[in-house]
């Protein structure tokens, strides 16, 4: 493999790039014309616009990807994260262009894409579901009475669903009928699918997703779990590795059952599967996302592997180099994700240009970014600026590193979710691991950051306070010595005379 091209942007498209070339593999970076003058464009080897602002006539046109690629000369293609990374027909298309394409097939993702034939899989290996229908249904009478046999609370889900959209909490029959209505249409126009299926209601759960590899040659291992638990609008804000609350008997036991996701749809490459845990540790199959994810550097710091490296070996033909014994989790790492948000007004997105832009260096800190001071956040894609990851020797000194990282990290022209971070991470309830994905909920408000602000405004008041008496008082003792040093001098310069 000579030459890659990524068909992404922005951060997850450097990320790429600067693995390929420590492998010696030039890049080839693609582009809508609001990227024109984006960083992954500047960086790569070559670089091929494929066309307007919008996603869906740029990133998401599978045809001008591959015909860059051909263009170009590419051996392979990345999709990174997002945009056409779990698209099974794209995987195809790229398969039958005679070029190599960086991630599962199009078979694997289909079978693991609907989330009913993924539970499918997994009951058919005798892997823990919350209890719930096995087929997706459509009939509200039967589907009722379905829920009342379950229990409520219930869950109604989006078979081709994600990110929470066509997900609707039943908490008794008398709102099962509306809210069905309301799942099924918002899951048609999401996903042009309105297929639903229900299942019980976890009142209090923690999302953990076990990372697996998978090569050619039908070796699989997992990489040990994330906790991802933080989330706002069912979307991850925070997520670290290991997790707090895993004891190793549970961490082996759901290592085994992603592992055997992955071979029950013979997986290549890197992946994750994703389960709910209980508050009694009970752990259940929740669905798997082919494909390299957002929050893939926690596991890379606690292992020491490279996933992108990985990937392109795997797609290469290699065999694993590593089996699961030879696997091991070295300290704690954690990762907050650094978005054009407004925490106090309800995370709602903002744009606008990074007048400042400096990021936070040290010991243990990492920044996964596509930005640079000056640039605008553009409207067209998600407002991600940059991913911040920590290690530490344990969890505290992950935390306080990040907390450290935080207060670094010189941001304005923009609204950032990193007051939220910082929030999270010196809050009792997170720093005991003491939360579930509820986190938000339970503790946050927009007026807990004012009331930090307003802290520590008093704090920093204090301190300048002292500081001017402790000056005050300095200045005055000076006064003596100056008099004292002007003779010094008077009498040194004397002297030299």
Not at 405 to 430: N, P, W
Request: with cysteine; net charge negative.
């Amino acid at each position: 493999m000579k030459k890659i091209l990524i068909a992404n942007r922005g951060e997850i498209a450097l990320r790429i790039m600067r693995s390929a070339k420590e492998m010696g593999i030039r890049t080839v970076a693609v582009f809508s014309e609001a990227d024109r003058n984006a960083l992954h464009v500047r960086y790569a080897d070559e670089a091929v616009c494929i066309g307007p602002a919008a996603s869906s006539q740029s990133y998401l046109v599978g045809s001008k990807i591959i015909e860059a690629a051909k263009t170009t000369g590419a051996d392979a293609i990345h999709p990174g994260y997002g945009f056409l990374s779990e698209n099974a027909d794209f995987s195809d298309l790229v398969s039958r262009s005679g070029i190599t394409f960086i991630g599962p097939t199009g078979d694997s993702m289909r079978m693991m894409g609907s989330k009913l034939a993924a539970k499918a899989t997994a009951k058919k290996h005798k892997i823990p579901l919350v209890p719930g229908t096995d087929e997706a249904i459509d009939d509200v009478g039967e589907a009722k009475k379905i829920a009342a046999k379950i229990g409520f609370p219930i869950l109604i889900k989006a078979s081709a669903g994600g990110g929470g959209k066509g997900m609707r909490i039943v908490e008794n029959e008398n709102q099962f009928e509306e809210q069905m209505k309301l799942a099924v249409s918002e899951a048609t126009s999401s996903f042009g699918d309105g297929a639903v299926f229900i299942e019980r209601y976890v009142g209090s759960p923690r999302h953990i997703e076990i990372q697996v590899l998978g090569d050619k040659h039908g070796n699989v291992v997992h990489l040990f779990e994330r906790e991802c638990s933080v989330q706002r609008r069912h979307q991850k804000v925070i997520e670290e590795a290991p997790s707090s609350v895993l004891d190793e008997k549970t961490r082996k036991e759901m290592g085994r059952c992603a592992v055997e996701v992955a071979k029950a749809c013979n997986y290549v490459g890197a992946g994750t599967v994703e389960f709910l845990l209980d508050e009694k540790l009970n752990f259940y199959f929740l669905e798997m996302n082919t494909r390299l994810q957002v929050e893939h550097p926690v596991t890379e710091l606690i292992t020491g592997l490279d996933l992108v490296k990985e990937m392109i070996r795997i797609a290469d033909g290699e065999k694993l180099p590593f089996k699961q014994e030879d696997l091991k989790i070295s300290g704690h790492a954690m990762e907050v994700r650094v978005y054009a948000e407004d925490p106090a007004n309800n995370f709602l997105p903002d744009i606008g240009k990074l007048s400042t832009y400096k990021i936070p260096q040290g010991p243990g800190v990492r920044v996964d970014d596509g930005m640079e001071e000056g640039m605008e956040i553009p409207i067209y894609y998600d407002p991600m600026i940059a991913k911040l990851i920590t290690h530490g020797k344990d969890r505290t000194e992950s935390i306080d590193r990040m907390i450290r990282a935080i207060d670094d990290y010189q941001i304005t022209g923009v609204q950032t979710t990193l007051s939220f971070c910082r929030f999270a991470m010196k809050h009792e309830a997170f720093r005991t691991g003491n939360f579930d994905t509820h986190f938000v909920k339970k503790y946050f408000s927009p007026e807990m950051l004012n009331a930090n602000d307003e802290a520590e405004m008093e704090l920093a008041a204090m301190l300048a306070v002292q500081a001017i008496q402790e000056l005050s008082s300095s200045n005055n003792k000076d006064s003596a010595l100056n008099v004292q040093s002007s003779g010094w001098k008077t009498n040194r310069s004397r002297y030299n005379d």
